[in-house]
């Protein structure tokens, strides 16, 4: 067993991979000897015949010797895939310097050649760098060609949806990088046919996506088009689903079309629902934004969820004297301290755990942070669990706004934003009532103090905590069914960060007692949603994940409003916002139908608490004041 070992160790030994290299070079400097013999010897003297040319005596020594010089100097110890000048260096050197020692052993051993044929010393190693150089130059560069090679069939071929300006820089970024192999543009554009863009030719429409992605393999479909309308950009997704073609976008395709923005190929992304939307970006009065914000004390309570930290990290953004953020979620908290700390190394920011319905927790943040600007994003929201939980609602979202605008005005506090819904309009659920009656109570105070008190009033978030878009994500992953309440369902749709934008650009407007309505667009029917949610994730509506309607949920709306009848509805200086102001509000007659409605949350009077809530609405909000 010993000897079988060590045979079979030997053996590994001698069939070396680099024994076949080996073998080569010395079959190499046996030609190159031969080469430089004959081109030194005058006519053919010496190599009479072929025999005699295989067997001449100082070959032995030759090989010995100069194979000796390339294993000590380190030749075999590269890989010829990777040879590059400086083992052709490594060469050059072995051979000079093995030329010497050819020559010195041939005269110690008697031969005359070197006195006879002086100019072996000059052919020898010449034709040694040749013979063993080539080979190697050679076979480099033809792994370098077939890595190549396979290197492109592994890239992705790509097509660009759109040749505009995005389209083109997208181009010369994926040219850059070798990450992508673009076969070429489609364009609706007829006028585009037959062009050429930095060698890139144009394919054709987009209608045509399909026929051309059978006959040229198209594995991705990049959309390049920046200004594509909501309908536009689900016909184009359409057209990617019915051609079977991974599709991307890019988020912020504008960057890519100006030079002065250095463009990154990861931007490129999948389309999202957003992306779907067709919602026009915001142009911010960001001058503005900077001089309301920066160097002024900020709070947002709620700061750990959805919207309040966006609006935490906006105001970070603007440069503030100091931000501090309270919420009652633990976890919530956590995460918006550990981001902004990173984002923000310098920017002083205190967290806060508490609760906005703690009267001693609010002097304390005010007295402690004394806040020029409150953004008050503390709220109950989930409309079907609050149909049930009638007092926590009016607690969280009547009290504690109540509790924190009467400490703004007692703190002297410059604005106070208060962040509303539109289901605070016609309210038909306990959510949407306590969110209006909070709207109420802080018009009733915009005339009693210097503060000023501003609302903000939109509709749903995508993506927001507890919303239904993640909600159709996970039912989707589990294989569905998705569930819709109604077929005809609708509602607003907005982005977070859009949303937050609008509501500091909206702060900066009011000069106290308005109601600022966003511009949500057009409504949404949330079938829609539902089934591009489903497309975009690789499936077929009502064949892969079936869709089922299980009816409307107590206190649901069948479509959401924006604004009371009324309101007087006007224009502002941002085409994006909307002022809706309401008549004069009886603030003594809402302080005592709210006084009389925390004695009934106090005692857990639930019913009497029901009868309070419906008439502040009916008295106040629908009769615009008259009592009953």
């Known amino acids: 067993m010993m000897i079988k070992r060590r045979v079979s160790y030997l053996l590994a030994r001698l069939i070396h991979p680099r024994l076949a290299v080996i073998t080569h070079d010395l079959f190499m400097i046996w030609a190159g000897w031969l080469l430089a013999r004959a081109l ?164 054709g429409n987009i209608e045509q996506l ?65 992306d779907l939307l067709g919602r026009e970006a915001i142009a911010l009065d960001w001058q503005s934004l900077r001089s309301g914000f920066s160097g002024k004390r900020v709070t947002v309570t709620g700061g750990g969820g959805s919207i309040g930290s966006e609006l935490a990290r906006l105001i970070a953004e603007l ?55 409150i953004l008050h994003a503390a709220a109950y929201k989930h409309l079907p669990m609050l149909q049930g939980q009638m007092r926590e609602a009016f607690a969280n979202n009547v009290l504690g706004t109540k509790r924190l605008a009467q400490a703004a005005l007692q703190h002297n506090v410059e604005s106070f934003v208060l962040i509303s819904t539109d289901k605070a309009v016609n309210p038909s659920n306990v959510m949407g009532a306590t969110k209006r009656i ?38 989707i992953k589990q294989g569905g069914p998705v569930t819709v309440t109604h077929p005809e369902i609708s509602r607003y749709f907005m982005t977070i960060r859009e949303a937050g934008e609008l509501i500091l650009q909206a702060a900066m407007l009011g000069q106290g007692g308005e109601i600022y309505v966003l511009d949500m667009g057009e409504p949404i029917a949330i079938r829609f949603l ?29 479509h959401e409003e924006l604004f009371h009848a009324e309101e007087t509805l006007q224009t502002t200086s941002h085409p994006k916002i909307l002022q809706a102001r309401a008549q004069s509000i009886d603030s003594d007659y809402l302080s005592r139908l709210l006084d009389q409605a925390e004695q009934a949350s106090n005692s857990y009077e639930l019913q009497q608490l029901e009868q309070l809530l419906h008439k502040i609405i009916q008295d106040i909000d629908f009769a615009n004041g008259e009592k009953q």
């Open 438 to 475: 909070a709207e109420l109570y802080c018009e009733s105070l915009n005339d009693q103090a210097a503060t000023r008190f501003i609302t903000v009033r939109f509709g749903n978030v995508l993506n927001s905590t507890g919303s239904v878009v993640p909600r159709f994500q996970q039912q």
């Open 319 to 373: 440069q503030p004297a100091k931000l501090s953020i309270l919420d009652q979620s633990e976890y919530n908290l956590y995460c918006i301290e550990l981001e902004l700390n990173e984002s923000y190394p310098d920017l002083p920011i205190d967290y806060q755990l508490g609760d906005v319905t703690d009267q001693a927790t609010i002097k304390h943040l005010l007295e402690t942070q004394r806040p020029h600007i």
């Open 40 to 203: 030194s010897v005058s006519g053919t003297q010496g190599l009479e015949t072929p025999l005699k040319a295989f067997l001449l005596p100082e070959i032995p020594l030759i090989l010995v010797i100069q194979g000796a010089v390339f294993w000590v100097t380190g030749l075999y110890r590269g890989l010829w895939r990777f040879a590059s000048l400086p083992d052709l260096w490594n060469l050059v050197k072995g051979a000079l310097a093995g030329t010497v020692l050819v020559m010195l052993a041939l005269w110690l051993t008697g031969s005359h050649l070197l006195i006879k044929y002086p100019q072996l010393a000059i052919m020898y190693p010449a034709a040694l760098v040749l013979f063993l150089g080539a080979p190697r130059m050679l076979f480099r560069s033809w792994k370098d060609a077939t890595r190549a090679e396979r290197k492109a069939h592994a890239r992705a071929r790509t097509v660009i949806l759109g040749a505009g300006h995005t389209g083109v820089a997208l181009l010369r970024e994926l040219q850059r990088s070798g990450a992508h192999q673009v076969l070429g543009f489609m364009d609706d554009d007829n006028s585009l046919r037959g062009v050429r863009i930095h060698g890139v030719r144009m394919l």
């Open 530 to 558: 539902a089934e591009q949610l489903i497309r975009l994730d690789g499936k077929r509506p009502d064949q892969d994940i079936e869709i089922i309607y299980t009816g409307l949920r107590p206190g649901e709306k069948l």
């Open 210 to 274: 399909p026929r051309l992605s059978e006959e040229m393999a198209i594995q991705l479909a990049i959309i390049a088009m920046p200004d594509a309308s909501n309908e536009q950009m689900q016909r184009v997704v359409n057209i990617c689903e019915q051609a079977q073609v991974e599709f991307k976008t890019l988020p912020n395709l504008s960057d890519l079309s100006d030079p002065a923005t250095p463009s990154r190929l990861d931007d490129i992304k999948s389309v999202a629902l957003e």
